[in-house]
């Protein structure tokens, strides 16, 4: 059984510039959440997507968004990066119907923005 | 509204002795509860959870929470601490969309 599989592991950006995340799923899960983990803080949600739709979300701007496809791997895109979102960016599968609950989560994305 | 909080940011306590972090829950309904443990450049792995039934949970490597609902607290213990267990502790709480709430972690540091 696969794990969480999070890519790029580090990236830099520019302010203003774009990023996208990538996410594959733990085998047998379908829900997929995000979460911002800032230094020295602990995860906030981002948002979660269940049958492809977000399926909640948490305090972020409309400039982060994200995508699940069909084989439940997911995507999450920020736009106009700020200095603010340099965090470590974690994704967390799960399957829904067992209680929701059985998170995996992937080792995550270091985004540093300058 | 729903919150965590981690009262200790840092705890250090030597090789084979015990172990107590604290939790407090703020939360309307019957809380769905979690312990998670971080690693330096690792995700979260989750060491245990309570759902319902009995107040004391046993999780992985060894060790055990108790909940508490009149003190909203959900403390994670462990009666002999090893050196490998030195890392950020996360406690959170599960709401009904399936969202994890997490505290502010409690980094652990372990004495030789």
């Known amino acids: 059984e696969t794990g969480v599989t999070q890519s790029p592991t580090h990236l830099i950006k520019t302010r203003g510039q774009q990023v996208t995340l990538r996410c594959s799923s733990q085998?047998?899960?379908?829900?997929v959440s995000w979460y911002q983990q800032a230094l020295g803080q602990g995860p906030q949600f981002i948002f979660q997507?269940?049958?492809?739709?977000?399926?909640g979300r948490g305090n972020f701007p409309p400039r982060f968004s994200g995508l699940q496809f069909p084989n439940y791997s997911s995507e999450l895109n920020v736009n106009a990066l700020e200095l603010d979102d340099s965090a470590l960016y974690l994704c967390?599968?799960?399957?829904?119907?067992?209680?929701?609950?059985?998170?995996?989560f992937g080792s995550g994305t270091r985004l540093t923005v300058v | 509204a729903q919150s965590v909080t981690q009262p200790d940011i840092h705890i250090t306590v030597s090789e084979g002795a015990s172990l107590e972090l604290r939790c407090n829950y703020s939360?309307?309904?019957?809380?769905?509860l979690f312990w998670y443990v971080q690693s330096p450049g690792q995700g979260l792995q989750l060491l245990l959870k309570?759902?319902?039934?009995?107040?004391l949970v046993q999780g992985i490597k060894g060790f055990e929470a108790e909940f508490k609902r009149s003190q909203s607290s959900f403390n994670l213990r462990k009666p002999s601490v090893h050196w490998s267990d030195a890392a950020e502790y996360f406690c959170?709480?599960?709401?009904?969309?399936?969202?994890?709430?997490f505290g502010s972690g409690t980094r652990l540091l372990v004495r030789p």
């Open positions: 959170a709480v599960g709401d009904s969309s399936y969202k994890l709430i």
């Open positions: 997507y269940y049958r492809e739709e977000e399926n």
């Open positions: 967390a599968s799960s399957f829904r119907g067992q209680g929701g609950y059985g998170y995996t």
């Open positions: 309570y759902f319902s039934g009995d107040t």
């Open positions: 939360y309307g309904a019957t809380p769905y």
């Open positions: 085998s047998g899960h379908n829900t």
